[in-house]
T-cell receptor, first 109, second 116 residues
């Protein structure tokens, strides 16, 4: 079957760095997305990885290892507005997106 | 650009009633889709369309119908509402469905539906 494993909830301090890990199993692979979803709002796109390595975009970076079925999202200089759920979304060989419940990140002052 | 527009934002129905959730996008996206999101669960795909005149079922299609007569519009119809359909519904679109980097989804703001 296809599945995603992320921590349900994480807590971090404002100004710190946090890494949200994701392991996945899919039928084939066509890339992996990270989305951010604030409570009561729609998901918004953060990053896309299709090749191994690190993609950096401002305070956010995303890493992919296809051989390990592993990705992480790294958030630096945390701000209160980063309190949200972070969704790791791999895409299988049929370009279907596999959605899990995501990781709820709580930022404390 | 408005992006993806969903209406209504909130709706309360009685069991057995029917209704249509509207979705429109102005980005000339080929691919459109409907998801439902329930507490503690990931998004579940209801129906999707890869272009005008083409629709297909997703993971949880029962009780829902869709049509795609134009590129811009993709309404979701609840035929006979049931309490199990109480959920938040999101419409989403992307430029393409089968080109990896072009699959970035733009979501509407969501429609919160309660069925009594």
């Amino acid at each position: 079957g296809q599945n995603i494993d992320q921590p349900t909830e994480m807590t971090a301090t404002e100004g710190a760095i946090v890494q949200i890990n994701c392991t996945y199993q899919t039928s084939g692979f066509n890339g992996l997305f990270w989305y951010q979803q604030h409570a009561g709002e729609a998901p918004t796109f953060l990053s896309y990885n299709v090749l191994d390595g690190l993609e950096e975009k401002g305070r956010f970076s995303s890493f992919l290892s296809r051989s390990k079925g592993y990705s992480y999202l790294l958030l630096k200089e945390l701000q209160m507005k980063d309190s949200a759920s972070y969704l790791c979304v791999p895409m299988d060989s049929n370009y279907q997106l596999i959605w899990g419940a995501g990781t709820k990140l709580i930022i404390k002052p | 650009n408005a992006g993806v527009t969903q209406t209504p934002k909130f709706q309360v129905l009685k069991t057995g009633q029917s209704m249509t959730l509207q979705c429109a996008q102005d980005m000339n996206h080929e691919y459109m889709s409907w998801y439902r999101q329930d507490p503690g669960m990931g998004l579940r795909l209801i129906h999707y369309s890869v272009g005008a005149g083409i629709t297909d079922q997703g993971e949880v299609p029962n009780g829902y119908n869709v049509s795609r007569s134009t590129t811009e519009d993709f309404p979701l119809r609840l035929l006979s509402a049931a309490p199990s359909q109480t959920s938040v519904y999101f419409c989403a679109s992307s430029y393409s469905h089968s080109s990896s980097g072009a699959n970035v989804l733009t979501f509407g703001a969501g429609s919160r539906l309660t069925v009594l």
